[in-house]
């Protein structure tokens, strides 16, 4: 009797080693820090998504000094939408894309803009001299 459960944990031990690892959900590679590629010089974005639906976007769209706005972001399907701290909703919803560690989002209004983001850590220097903005864009 032994030796049979012993068996069976061995093939199931075995079986279970077989398995084929399932990718991350959407959801879950999107979350992390990001900074937008291929800007122009004077313009940063950051963001930041975190598991528990929650964002922080660090901006700089001038010479002065980065932004930081926060609020909820949701997912559905691979959609990206959310909404600031003032309950105010982003501009547009993001049909997204997450290729290794870039973030391709594309915006779901007339004239689609694609955002090309890189997984990287936010500098300390930008989370600690941002300005935050309570009132959305």
Do not use: H
């Amino acid at each position: 009797m032994k030796r049979i459960i012993y068996i069976t944990i061995v093939a199931l031990a075995a079986l279970t080693g077989c398995k084929k690892d399932e990718a991350p959900s959407l959801s879950r590679q999107i979350c992390g820090e990001w900074r937008g590629s291929e800007l122009a010089a004077e313009v940063g974005i950051y963001i930041s998504f975190a598991s528990d639906g929650t964002f922080e976007l660090y901006q700089k769209l001038s010479s002065e000094g980065f932004e930081l706005r926060r609020g909820k972001w949701t997912l559905d399907g691979n959609v990206l939408s959310g909404t600031y701290n003032d309950g105010e909703a982003w501009a547009a919803a993001y049909t997204v894309t997450v290729t290794g560690d870039v973030l391709t989002m594309v915006s779901q209004n007339e004239g689609a803009e694609t955002g090309v983001y890189q997984k990287c850590e936010i500098p300390g220097y930008i989370k600690e001299s941002s300005s935050v903005i309570v009132k959305s864009l």
